[in-house]
Every structure is written in structure tokens, then in C-alpha cells.
């Protein structure tokens, strides 16, 4: 595996690599890899030749500075995971590096930046768009893959592709999880042993929601998912939603959508967890 720190040597060799018709898949990450990330990286590699991985903490995405100082960084073993599943290149940039540029890029995401995680983090998925546009640019891939774990994110990425009219096409994948059903998650690694042990009762709450979801009504059912959580005092609900999963558009009755997602965020200790399931 090959690595580069800095923009232009990384590009200048990924242009090459264009050049000889390789077909790059690409996949961002902040890092402390598991093996949610290493799916990613298997589903590139079986449909690119050459597969690209990123390494960066971005701070335009964070909201709350404790979080992005707590924010795990395992550089060394995130290297060694990236070779085991034979990642091809890896870009490792320090700030200065992405952000070079005084650009803006911000438009309009409609309600996919008026609800849950756009509503609970102010400004993060301008941040997210911010990086994921400009190492777009850069890596210019043929495919790019993300994590339906962060479902919210994966509409504003598409938005972000069609508003710009970049000739990537997105992957999105299933989210990998625990035996016990928690969703993998970089931030998994700073719950202590007992938050460890309570966490996958979130997922069984939203394995839950969906056995009776059609027997309910929306608001019966987040009434529902609020009672649940309450009998796991250490979690504490920031939200739980059902959406129209094309839109993220609120439900009022299950008739309003085709396919329809619930997403959850929840606190636990020091750390902020969120996962969704599809309803329908
Ligand atoms: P992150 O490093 O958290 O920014 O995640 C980088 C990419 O990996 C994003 O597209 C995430 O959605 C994806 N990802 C994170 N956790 C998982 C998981 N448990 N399963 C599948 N994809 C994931």
C-alpha cells in the first residue's frame, strides 16, 4: 500500500493511474477503522482495479470541540488493517492540506438539513459536504462507498453529487455490526465496559420498532421507542425518528411512503451513538 500526505503528490499519481484506465474506488474515512470501514474497502476492491482510502479527522463536521478532541485516532493500526485487506493507497492529509482553499461549498439540502442530525449538529453536514466535495475533486473515483449506518449522510452525499454533477456513482453498504447487534462505530472503542454491555439494546429497540411498527401509528410508536429506552436508565434518547427513506421527510402515517427508515441518536456516557433500520 502506497501512502501520501500531501494533495499534490497524491493526486499527481492517482492522474496516472486515470491515464492507464484504472478504475478507482474510493472511501473517506476520520480513521480508527473496524471492520464496518474494511467492508467498504472489500466491496471497492471487487469492483475497481485500483482501491483508495482516506484518512482524515475532519473538524468542519464537528460541532462540539470535545468531541472532535476525544475522537479516537489509531493511525498505526489503521495501516496495518488498510494493508490486510489489500487497500491500494491511502491519503493521511493534515488540515492545511484539505483546507488550502478559502471555498464554500453550500447549497441548499432542502429537509435533508432541517431534520435529526442536521437539527442536533448545527453545521455538520456543511462540513461534511465542505470535505467530502473537495477530496472528491481530488480522487476524482469512478465509485465511492459510504455506510448506511450514517443514512442521513448518504442523502446528503447523493444531493451533493447531483447538485455538482460529479461522475462518480455512490455505493451505499449495510451497516456491519457486533455479534450482539451494535452497530460498529469508531466511537464504540470509548465506552467503558458496562455502556459496552447496555449499548446493543439499542439496536433491539429498533429490531423491536420494526416487528410492530404496522400495528401503530408514527407517533405511537416514538411514544413507544421513548418508554423503551427509559428502562435502560444509562441511555439518554436525543431522538428517534420515522422518514420517508428517499427524502427523510417526517411520517405522519406509513401510507405517506414507500420506503420508510427509523434513525436514532442516543447518548451513552461520553459518547453519542446513532443507528437506523428500515421499516419497509
Ligand atoms: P467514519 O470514519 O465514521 O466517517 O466512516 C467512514 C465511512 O464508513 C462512512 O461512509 C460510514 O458510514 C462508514 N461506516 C461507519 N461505520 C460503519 C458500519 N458499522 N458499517 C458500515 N459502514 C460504516
Not at 493500526?77 to 487497500?87: A, P
Not at 453550500?106 to 442536533?120: I, Q, R, S, Y
Not at 401503530?216 to 421507542?225: A, F, G, I, M
Amino acid at each position: 500500500m502506497i501512502s501520501f500526505k500531501l494533495s499534490a503528490h497524491f493526486h499527481h499519481y492517482l492522474n496516472a493511474l486515470r491515464g492507464e484506465n484504472k478504475r478507482i474506488g474510493f472511501i473517506p474515512t476520520m480513521g480508527a477503522l473496524h471492520q464496518g470501514h474494511l467492508s467498504l474497502i472489500q466491496a471497492s476492491k471487487t469492483e475497481n482495479d485500483i482501491t483508495v482510502c482516506s484518512i482524515f479527522v475532519n473538524p468542519t463536521q464537528f460541532n462540539n470541540a470535545d468531541d472532535l478532541k476525544n475522537y479516537p485516532r489509531t493511525i498505526e493500526k489503521d495501516l496495518e488493517l488498510l494493508t490486510s485487506v489489500g487497500c491500494d493507497v491511502v491519503f493521511i492529509p493534515d488540515v492545511k492540506e484539505v483546507y488550502a482553499d478559502k471555498a464554500d461549498y453550500a447549497f441548499d439540502l432542502g429537509v435533508a438539513d432541517k431534520v435529526m442530525e442536521a437539527t442536533h449538529r448545527p453545521g455538520h453536514f456543511n462540513g461534511v459536504i465542505n470535505v467530502v466535495k473537495r477530496l472528491f475533486d481530488l480522487v476524482q473515483p469512478n465509485k465511492a462507498y459510504f455506510g448506511q449506518k450514517d443514512f442521513q449522510q448518504c442523502l446528503v452525499i447523493k444531493k451533493m453529487v447531483d447538485h455538482y454533477a460529479m461522475p462518480v456513482e455512490l455505493v451505499f453498504c449495510a451497516t456491519t455490526r457486533e455479534t450482539d447487534g451494535l452497530a460498529m462505530s469508531s466511537r464504540n472503542m470509548r465506552l467503558s465496559t458496562e455502556e459496552r454491555q447496555i449499548a446493543p439494546y439499542i439496536y433491539k429497540v429498533l429490531q423491536g420498532a420494526k416487528t410492530q411498527f404496522a400495528d401503530t401509528s408514527p407517533y405511537e410508536l416514538k411514544n413507544w421507542v421513548s418508554h423503551e429506552l427509559l428502562k435502560q436508565p444509562m441511555l439518554e434518547l436525543e431522538y428517534f425518528d420515522v422518514c420517508d427513506a428517499a427524502t427523510l421527510s417526517p411520517l405522519q402515517s406509513w401510507d405517506d411512503a414507500q420506503n420508510i427508515v427509523a434513525c436514532i441518536a442516543v447518548h451513552l456516557g461520553p459518547v453519542r451513538l446513532i443507528d437506523n433500520i428500515l421499516l419497509k
